[in-house]
């Protein structure tokens, strides 16, 4: 009889490894939902950020794209968040901390490995870094800065133009002959209008980062402003990085988002500091974050 007893109790603990050591059921998985850019870099995320969160901490992140100011404003204002959190540029995350739409991050919960001092921003959560530059066809005139670029005599073609102003207005004010410097002291809109309006029936107008290289490649645009990480090494277009734009990519966190959503939100910032994620990430597109020991392993 103890013998008995002894395989039965063998094989009870043998059924509760099995049971804890296989994927986890449903009712344990609970749902994180953002928003963000999508694409290569979306992808990456999902691989590298992710789907070890969701194996590791039963956190699933759902991923609407793309994001950006318009969106989580909407969300904020209305008093319906449904997505917790959304990337942009610096210019939002400083358009929207103004309105009061945005909740400040908890970064002792966050508890981040070590990370620029200049990626923590109280109301930022800054995820990458990434330039806006200007690329084009392969077969194409090649410009040699933003005057070129906006010269559609010499360089015919149509432009695929960001749908965003601080992605656009700066290079028409460096096209009308302003310097780096007198751009970044403040805009000359009534310029850099004049530049957009002699160009506007050659220009195609772009809201997500996939859309610049696609219209490239298909060739319905010639030449285009983009996002770095998305037109670097691709087969049939070239690139300029003179005078382009170095920004970080921020997530902020929606003004009412709840709380069991931000308990998750800080256990997903805390994952993208990690180095060989960031390292990862950087295998799939060039973006690199902000921890001080990336370099090292890229």
Sequence with gaps: MSGKRSLLTGLAVGALI??????????????????DAGGQWGD??????????????????????????????????????????????????????AEGLIEKIDWAAVNPEPMFPEAKNDYGFGTSYYSTIMAFRADAKPPKN??????TVNFPGKRALP???DYVLPFADLADGMT?????????LDRAFKVLERVKKDSIWWTAGAQPPQLLKDNEAQYAIAW??????????????????LDMSWFFVAKGASKEQKEMLWQWFHEQTVASKQACVAQYISYPGPSPDLEKLL
Excluded at 146 to 151: A, G, K, L, N, R
Excluded at 180 to 188: N, P, R, T
Excluded at 232 to 242: D, H, L, P, R, S
Aim: aromatic residues 6%; glycine residues 10%; negative net charge.
């Design 18 to 35: 099995v049971a804890f050591s296989g994927p986890l059921a449903a009712a344990d998985v609970r749902e994180l939902h953002v928003m």
């Design 44 to 97: 990456a995320m999902a691989k590298c950020v992710d789907e070890p969160l969701l194996k590791e901490k039963g956190i699933k992140v759902v991923t609407e794209t793309p994001g950006g100011y318009a969106k989580l404003a909407a969300q904020a204002k209305s008093g319906t968040v449904v997505n917790s959190a959304s990337d942009g540029a610096t210019t939002e995350l400083v358009r929207l901390s």
């Design 146 to 151: 933003w005057t070129d670029f906006f010269d």
């Design 163 to 165: 749908d965003y102003p």
């Design 228 to 245: 770095s990480g998305r037109v670097v090494g691709q087969e049939g277009i070239k690139v300029n990085w003179q005078d382009g734009e």
């Design 180 to 188: 780096a410097a007198e751009v970044a002291k403040g805009l000359d």
